[in-house]
Structures are given as structure tokens and as C-alpha cells.
């Protein structure tokens, strides 16, 4: 009785944490390119380009890097089921930039799922703590 309950347990906590589907390519290049504004990285110059990136395992993160003629400069990696967006590639960053709120809370209503505190989300990023960044400083 005891191992049928603990089976049922960790088959209801497994499901209950698998990531949300994928942000649509579309989305992930919007979000990319609004964050990539913020921070002041310019997007028109033909030497910066967008790419999403194909993981071999998933995070739960969806990610996309900004390119310098060819060369990773930044990464969005986006938590699928809370909409927030650290770049764990380049320096433990989390972005806050008040433009990106609606999108977060789009995400965060469709999968339920609460904020997590600064140290949750620099743990599930691989982080000892994250930095925020919400000003223009690519110059």
C-alpha cells in the first residue's frame, strides 16, 4: 500500500514538472529583439544577428543569442513556465526591464505558476546569484 501511494506521488510530481511547450520561434526573436533594444545592442547593424539555439537536453529554457559577426555576445534563455529571462551563458544576469512584464505575466498566468525568488531562479539557471539588468549600457 505504502509503495503504490509513493508510486502515485512521484508520477503526479514528475507530470507536474514537466517545462511548458516552446515559445514559438516568432516570440523568442520579439523578445530577443525588445531586450536586445533595451540593452542597447544594435540590432541593425548587419554584423548583429538573432539565433535561436538548439539544446541537446531541455532546461525549460528556451534561448536565443545575439551575435556579433558570428560571436555569442549575449543570451536570453527564457523559463518557460514563468517568462523570466536570465543569460546564464555571459555573466548570471536576469533581465528586468518593465516592457517585458506583459509577455512574463502572459506565461506565468497560462502555466499557473508563481515568481520565483531571485534564488530559485539562480538555482534552475546554474547561478550562485544573478545580477539584474534593466538599463541601457551597450554603447
Not at 540590432?43 to 541537446?56: F, H, I, R, S
Request: hydrophobic residues 35%; neutral net charge; aromatic residues 8%.
Amino acid at each position: 500500500m505504502l509503495l503504490a501511494s509513493t508510486l502515485a506521488l512521484l508520477a503526479l510530481t514528475t507530470t507536474a514538472a514537466k517545462p511548458r511547450p516552446h515559445i514559438p520561434a516568432q516570440q523568442l526573436t520579439d523578445i530577443a529583439t525588445i531586450l536586445a533594444h533595451d540593452e542597447g545592442w544594435p540590432l541593425g547593424n548587419p554584423d548583429y544577428t538573432l539565433d535561436p539555439m538548439k539544446p541537446d537536453t531541455d532546461d525549460g529554457f528556451d534561448s536565443i543569442g545575439v551575435y556579433k559577426k558570428a560571436h555569442l555576445v549575449r543570451m536570453y534563455s527564457i523559463d518557460r513556465t514563468t517568462g523570466e529571462i536570465v543569460d546564464f551563458m555571459r555573466g548570471c544576469q536576469v533581465f528586468r526591464y518593465d516592457n517585458i512584464k506583459a509577455f512574463q505575466s502572459k506565461i506565468k498566468e497560462s502555466s499557473h505558476a508563481a515568481t520565483p525568488t531571485d534564488k530559485q531562479l539562480a538555482n534552475k539557471a546554474g547561478c550562485p546569484n544573478l545580477t539584474v539588468v534593466n538599463t541601457h549600457w551597450v554603447h
